[in-house]
């Protein structure tokens, strides 16, 4: 009897032994297939950020591609506008090459304002948008388009009085097309870095404009009254004296201290060209103790942005 309840109670604990192991191993391969279908799942996820940046950044490379592109034939346009024998091309509708050229110039304007656009939709604050340098650089270069659109098709109706307003306006537009240039600032990570070194340095640059200022007023003031007073040759004819105010004799100033001298200005008497060459050998010295300073600084802060 004993040896029967024995041999019962062994069948079924083996077999209980036997379920326990099957269940486990069935919860085993559920998790493991639970865990492979997570990992699937994780190497999709990731296949699709890779190949969602890969993506973006393809996007940004022709996107900046297109961008320097379209400023390198703005600012060539610019330039060739301002020659004589390509200026018809570009301002009479009535030349050869007008319509190719305004066709251009309309692509090359829509491109950069759905750019601003875009980030101007897209930017977190608008406050902080307009806060931005460049920003404010873009909306100044693409407004003298609109400006030159619209004054072109007002002129049509009107009189010459006004015709001539709308030329100044014109004019006054077209020298903000000068900023594009400044659009390949954000392209170059070098120049970036040069803008926050000047920025950083901006303390030093005050202080050199400060002392430039007191120098130029100081020896200006004191060139006039030495060359100021009027002179006559031989014959007794006055000499024409080109010391005649203190802006034009701070104006000669600049241009010695700097080592430049275009010749058009320059003292005649002994005592001015006597304190011309203390004006000349001071202002070298001038100059070149706060450039020490700034160079040093911009130097620092540029090794610094560029860790």
Not at 23 to 34: G, H, R
Request: glycine share 6%.
């Amino acid at each position: 009897g004993i040896n029967a309840e024995y041999g019962q109670h062994y069948y079924i604990t083996n077999n209980l032994r036997i379920a326990n192991g099957l269940v486990m191993a069935m919860k085993s391969k559920e998790l493991q297939n639970l865990l492979n279908l997570e990992s699937s799942v994780i190497k999709t996820v990731q296949y699709a950020q890779a190949t969602l940046e890969e993506i973006k950044q393809w996007y940004q490379r022709r996107v900046r591609g297109f961008d320097i592109l379209f400023i390198c034939i703005s600012i060539g346009f610019l330039v060739f506008e301002s020659e004589p024998d390509f200026k018809d091309h570009f301002t009479n509708p009535n030349a050869q090459y007008y319509t190719p050229l305004f066709v251009i110039n309309c692509i090359i304007m829509g491109f950069f304002t759905t750019d601003f656009l875009i980030r101007l939709v897209t930017w977190p604050s608008l406050l902080d948008f307009w806060k931005n340098l460049f920003n404010v650089l873009d909306i100044l270069s693409i407004l003298p388009f609109y400006v030159n659109l619209m004054v072109g098709v007002s002129e049509l109706d009107e009189d010459k009085g006004q015709q001539q307003q709308h030329y100044v306006v014109l004019r006054v537009c077209r020298i903000f097309r000068i900023v594009r240039i400044f659009k390949f600032v954000r392209h170059s990570r070098d120049l970036l870095i040069i803008m926050k070194a000047v920025s950083n340095a901006k303390r030093e640059l005050i202080l050199l404009v400060c002392l430039l200022f007191i120098f130029v007023i100081t020896f200006g003031s004191i060139m006039y009254y030495i060359e100021g007073n009027v002179k006559y040759d031989e014959s007794g004819e006055e000499i024409e004296n080109k010391f005649n105010s203190i802006m034009k004799s701070c104006w000669w100033v600049i241009v010695t201290i700097t080592t430049v001298g275009y010749g058009d200005m320059y003292p005649t008497s002994a005592g001015g060209k006597l304190f011309g060459g203390f004006v000349l050998t001071l202002g070298i010295v001038f100059l070149a103790l706060p450039m020490t300073i700034i160079v040093s600084k911009f130097s620092f802060v540029y090794e610094r942005e560029k860790m």
